[in-house]
Nanobody, 116 residues
Framework: QVQLVESGGGLVQPGGSLRLSCAASGILFSGSTMRWYRQGPGKQRELVASITVGRSTTYADSVKGRFTISRDNAKRAVYLQMNNLKHEDAADYYC??????????WGQGTHVTVSL
């Protein structure tokens, strides 16, 4: 059974930082492309960042220069370092995995609030 468990969300002031983590199990993690998505209130889910097996990364324009995605295959974990957070970054953040066989898996999400 594949499980993706996110953690690290919470309340942060504008300009602050958070580090999200996603722990994976039941999947060939080292062979999977990992992504972070987010869904803000009243908005569609959007891709925030992705990291391939070869560690190539892509980012949404809105987070470039502020967010960094990374992975630790030994720990079967993917991270999203979020700096200089803005009000518009407030959302539920979801970890996503695409397995080597092309199957998609989602975590339950972790909530980020950006407020004074």
């Amino acid at each position: 059974q594949v499980q993706l468990v996110e953690s690290g969300g919470g309340l942060v002031q504008p300009g602050g930082s958070l580090r999200l983590s996603c722990a994976a199990s039941g999947i060939l993690f080292s062979g999977s492309t990992m992504r972070w998505y987010r869904q803000g209130p009243g908005k569609q889910r959007e891709l925030v960042a992705s990291i391939t097996v070869g560690r190539s990364t892509t980012y949404a324009d809105s987070v470039k220069g502020r967010f960094t995605i990374s992975r630790d295959n030994a720990k079967r974990a993917v991270y999203l370092q979020m700096n200089n957070l803005k009000h518009e970054d407030a959302a539920d953040y979801y970890c996503h995995a695409r397995s080597p066989k092309g199957q998609d898996y989602w975590g339950q999400g972790t909530h980020v609030t950006v407020s004074l």
